[in-house]
């Protein structure tokens, strides 16, 4: 295993548990994440999404941007739900899928250790969906989520720039 990804990884998960610690004012988020408490997951899961979006911008530069597929309203959010991402892409190709995929395994590697046991028997926790211009511009697949008035896409990251 890759141990410079798994040390990018690490510092991925504990950013995002230092972020919602932050937000919701406990030192205990991890206890708060571990008991599924719909605040902390949505603090955790935001700040996750923006660390894969960043790492997924930065290592390739096919990436225009990066988006958290939205819950569906009937969706209970707990620790083993995966993340949904929808990364538009100038070109797909190979190298950022297997980014992608080498990112998912170590991602889950890390998470079922951080999340144990709950996350045991995790097998995704990553969903990465790659758009390119056509699909996108065509609103093909889950382009039309980017844009939807009811549950709209969240970008997490931007080659324009993104948000903190």
């Known amino acids: 295993?890759?141990?410079?990804?798994?040390?990018?990884?690490?510092?991925?998960?504990?950013?995002?548990?230092?972020y919602t610690g932050e937000k919701i004012g406990d030192?205990?988020?991890?206890?708060?994440?571990?008991?599924n408490d719909a605040d902390?997951?949505?603090y955790f899961r935001y700040r996750l999404a923006m660390q894969v979006g960043i790492y997924l911008g930065e290592t390739s530069e096919?990436?225009?941007?990066?988006?958290?597929?939205?819950?569906?309203?009937?969706?209970?959010?707990?620790?083993?739900?995966?993340?949904?991402?929808i990364v538009r892409v100038r070109k797909h190709t190979a190298a950022i899928e297997s980014i992608a995929d080498a990112l998912q395994d170590v991602l889950l590697a890390e998470y079922r250790k951080?999340?144990?046991?709950?996350?045991?028997?995790?097998?995704?926790?990553?969903?990465?969906?790659?758009l390119d211009e056509d699909d996108f511009l065509g609103r093909k697949g889950l382009s039309a989520a980017v844009g939807s008035l009811y549950t709209p896409a969240l970008?997490?990251?931007?080659?324009q720039g993104c948000r903190k």
């Open 40 to 42: 902390a997951l949505g």
């Open 114 to 130: 951080m999340f144990s046991p709950q996350a045991d028997g995790l097998s995704v926790l990553l969903n990465v969906y790659f």
């Open 1 to 18: 295993m890759n141990t410079k990804l798994v040390d990018h990884v690490t510092a991925m998960l504990e950013d995002s548990l230092r």
């Open 62 to 85: 096919h990436v225009l941007e990066v988006f958290l597929y939205p819950e569906m309203p009937d969706e209970k959010i707990t620790v083993t739900l995966p993340l949904t991402m």
């Open 27 to 35: 030192t205990g988020a991890i206890r708060l994440l571990k008991n």
């Open 155 to 159: 970008r997490v990251w931007s080659s």
